[in-house]
């Protein structure tokens, strides 16, 4: 008796948690609507238009022009491309810069924080060796997108000499060496971050 | 100078052999174009065109220096290009775009030329076939496709070719064809390097205003250079409705 009641127990108890996972068949849920635009002679609009692109090894940036004739188009978007690299590689710079500035205890130095801003710029100017344009276009008015690509590995190597001198402005102390030695693998690391 | 000279010289009783003889008609610009297609050549063959002179002799020698400067652009073109732009309250986008090759070895490069064909045209002027011997005899890079709608395909989209980059640049047309084809082929060469750029240097100053004459500017500098290798004008067209010349470009990669 007592083993039927017990059996009775779990059959209760199985049906009620059969109950909880049994679904009633909903609708399949609409797809959400994908507007696909198209551009000029028909050619769908890429993601990388919309959407940052970002690699371990690249640094990828878009540019827009819209000129006269296709040609000045494209040199519009390239130059804007190429800005926009040149303002992310100064950024990151700048950044790591005051990481450094922070730990060499120097902050209140005024000078020295010139002598890193001019630095810095240094290093944007630099840096920009080897920018290719991936892909590229056409929208439907006329105007030109164009999707440009740099190594980090050039910026890094453009980075050496900047940093060099950083060095030699503060070879006073071994822990200004350390700071030197952190602000190189903070920068390498930043470059690596796929978040912008 | 004068050996250039010399060289010619000796070219020139050649073209007796060759010429196609007498002026042809003003025909249409595509036309003449089609005296500069050299698909069907191996790699080693140039083409040069003189634009229209007072004499033969004088329209030849020009050509043959043309064919031989194709060459010398090939072996090592140096580009560079400064912008300046402006958006905000005043707008402004100027450029100014440079291109250096070396000239000294042009005699030499004479000297190794077999004239293959000599033809002349109202608007082209003297057009030269010949081939350079220091080339070996490869095929083309990018054997021009057919035509889509009439108009060539590198028109829409760039071709794509692994160990080889394409440009492409376009020129209204001027009084002498020959100018033409120059402004067209320069743009194309300057396209490449806006689109694989060595090194350029960028910098920008935005400003923005607040108050009662809100306002946002924006200057930009840039400068770009780079070498190109390989250079060479694959195919052209010439686009009546808008009255443009279009050259297509390519570089070893």
Known sequence: ?196 | MARIGIVLLMLLPLLGCSSTGGHPERGEQSLSLSLLEIHTYPANVYVGLSGPYATEEHMVERAIISCARSILLEEALALDSTLVMQDGAAKAFAVKEMAYYDEEGLKGVIEDLTLLSVSFDSRAGAVVLARYSRKPETRRTYPAGPDFEGRPPWLTSYPSLDGYRFGVGSSKAYYFLNDSLEASDFAAAQNLLDLYTEHAYSVALDTTRDGSAKAMDRVLYQAQRGLLVGFAIVDRYYEPETDTYWSLASITE
């Open chain 1, 1 to 196: 008796m007592k083993k039927l009641l017990i059996m009775l127990v779990s059959a209760v108890v199985l049906f009620g948690l059969s109950g909880c996972t049994t679904t009633k068949k909903d609708a399949p849920a609409p797809k959400p609507v994908v507007k696909v635009v198209l551009g000029a002679d028909g050619i769908p609009q890429p993601e990388w238009v919309y959407k940052a692109v970002s690699t371990q090894d690249m640094h990828f940036e878009s540019g827009y022009g819209k000129m006269s004739d296709k040609q000045i188009s494209i040199k519009r978007a390239t130059v804007e491309a190429k800005n926009k690299i040149a303002a992310w590689v100064s950024t990151s710079v700048k950044e790591v810069v005051v990481t450094y500035v922070n730990d060499a205890g120097s902050g209140d130095n005024r000078q020295a924080m010139d002598a890193m801003e001019t630095i810095s710029q240094q290093v944007a100017e630099a840096t920009l060796s080897g920018v290719t344009t991936e892909s590229m276009w056409i929208d439907a008015d006329g105007g030109v997108w164009v999707l440009c690509s740099i190594p980090l590995a050039n910026i890094e190597k453009s980075f050496e000499p900047a940093a060099e001198a950083v060095a030699e402005a503060f070879v006073e102390s071994d822990a200004a060496a350390a700071a030197n030695a952190k602000m190189k693998d903070a920068f390498a690391n930043l470059l690596k971050k796929t978040d912008r």
